[in-house]
């Protein structure tokens, strides 16, 4: 499943298969990306980052991309799991680096 | 100790009340923040301390106001509250206030003002 994240803020797969989140930003001096994971009723959960300066990412079955281009970065989850259910937000760090700027958020629910 | 601690977890107070938030961590990290969430919606910057001193304040009113007593320390004092201020308030923490520094987060604390 695959979802544009700022356009389409919900997003439900079945269990096993890979997921796709997206998310477009805007700040061409950003430089640093996160993808958070949020469950409810807590706070958000680093999953994995990237700096401008790679196009790629992998960690244990998550996957971020970044296209700089044009201002694009998606999260990729294999197999998803029960477990992955929550709301996604990719988040970009200006160079001056103060803060992030949070996306809209998706919600991924995976279907047993 | 990787982890931002916040407390309490739920706090309803009235608009005539006086509150502290808390937040804690023990990383070492010099640069803390304060973000509000609404439902459903990403999480808001407020405030960005860095080696404890107030850098940002995004423009948020001067009934919350924020104290960093020391660097392991962040507290935000609410004052005469409006019911649309409850929220999720969410605490992190951060190496340094500069890009490329993850951004640890703790649990919130949910507020309802009524």
């Known amino acids: 499943g695959e979802s544009v994240g700022l356009h389409l803020p919900t997003l439900s797969v079945q269990e096993g298969d890979n997921s796709i989140i997206n998310c477009a930003y805007s700040n061409s001096a950003s430089d640093y990306f996160i993808w958070y994971k949020q469950e409810s009723g807590k706070g958000p959960q680093f999953i994995i980052d990237?700096?401008?300066?790679?196009d790629k990412r992998q960690g244990q079955r998550v996957t971020v991309l970044l296209n700089k281009t044009v201002k694009h970065l998606s999260l990729q989850i294999a197999a998803t799991q029960p477990g992955d259910s929550a709301v996604y937000f990719c988040a970009e760090n200006d160079i001056a680096g103060n803060q992030f700027y949070f996306g809209t958020g998706t919600s991924l629910t995976v279907i047993p | 100790d990787t982890e931002v601690t916040q407390t309490p977890k739920h706090l309803v107070m009235g608009m005539t009340n006086k509150k502290s938030l808390k937040c804690e961590q023990h990383?070492?990290?010099?640069?803390m923040y304060w973000y509000k969430q609404k439902a459903k919606k990403p999480p808001e910057l407020m405030f960005v301390?860095?080696?404890?001193?107030?850098?940002i304040n995004e423009s948020v009113p001067s009934r919350f106001s924020p104290e960093c007593p020391n660097s392991s320390l962040l507290n935000l004092h609410l004052h005469a509250l409006q019911p649309e201020d409850s929220a999720l308030y969410l605490c992190?923490?951060?190496?340094?206030?500069?890009?490329?520094?993850?951004?640890?987060f703790g649990p919130g604390t949910r507020l309802t003002v009524l």
């Open positions: 992190a923490s951060s190496q340094e206030g500069t890009s490329g520094n993850e951004q640890f």
């Open positions: 990383m070492g990290h010099r640069a």
């Open positions: 301390y860095s080696y404890e001193k107030l850098s």
């Open positions: 990237i700096r401008s300066n790679m």
